[in-house]
């Protein structure tokens, strides 16, 4: 709960400096002086239990938003599509909220937020990313903002984690496994390179389509080479 409140916190506040930086003209858009914002997420498909959770910590903080004033004076509508993971969705839906002037929206899945970048760029509408890759952020995409940690960063803490708090051999063999997204492909190829700069073998790299609903085939792979990690 604290972490959600820590992503909502930082998403709100990307809104607000996206709002305050807003022409008068382009905010009067909004319907009947309200901020409609939208969103595109996982809340059926294989994230489902991610998306969820994701779409009601927004809904839950907007309600408080509203409820003490909106921000600059204007209530703040939300409206949140369902993409169950797939990118091709995703797109249509941004591109909806775009006929109905949205003028902030939030992105969850990776794959998706690398289709609908170009789309949300051209028409200057800022959004929030949950899982964000790095080409998304560098070089620096005006309207791209990240909702939290970029997961593929997390690579070099984690080989880091492993060589100062683990037992292992002098000469690790290493084996990596996530799930198959844009961002989770980011990350097992940091981790790959972090982990060879110690001098460390990888001797497997395994990735779960999202459909799966287990790891069991991909893990045999994995058990199969041996790994000290």
């Known amino acids: 709960l604290h972490r959600m409140q820590l992503l909502c916190g930082a998403a709100v506040l ?12 382009s905010a009067t ?17 294989p994230l489902a239990a991610f998306g969820t959770n994701w779409r009601a910590g927004i809904d839950l903080y907007f309600s408080n938003v509203n409820n ?6 204007h209530k703040v509508d939300v409206t949140i599509l369902d993409d169950a993971s797939n990118a091709t969705i995703g797109v249509a839906n941004t591109k ?5 002037h949205v003028i902030f929206e939030y992105v969850f899945f990776s794959n998706t937020a690398l289709a609908v970048a170009p789309i ?7 959004s929030t ?19 939290e940690i970029v997961i593929s960063d997390e690579a070099q803490p984690s080989i880091q984690f492993a060589k100062h708090d683990l037992t292992l051999p002098k000469h690790p063999r290493v084996a990596i496994i996530a ?21 460390w073998d990888v001797v497997a ?14 893990a045999t792979v994995i058990a199969s080479d041996h790994p000290d990690i």
């Open 179 to 199: 799930g198959t997204s844009a961002v989770l492909t980011a990350y097992i190829q940091n981790a790959q390179k972090s982990a060879r700069a110690q001098g």
């Open 96 to 100: 909806q909220f775009l006929a109905s």
């Open 205 to 218: 790299s395994e990735q779960v389509p999202l459909t799966e609903t287990t790891a069991s085939a991909e």
């Open 14 to 25: 990307a809104l607000v400096v996206a709002l305050c930086g807003q022409s008068a003209s």
């Open 120 to 126: 949300l760029n051209q028409n200057h509408v800022p």
């Open 68 to 73: 003490h004033g909106g921000i600059n004076g």
């Open 129 to 147: 990313v949950a899982a964000i890759t790095g080409s998304l952020l560098h070089p620096v995409q005006r309207e791209m903002y990240a909702g």
């Open 29 to 45: 858009q909004s319907r009947s002086g309200t901020y409609d914002i939208g969103g595109t997420g996982d809340l059926t498909g």
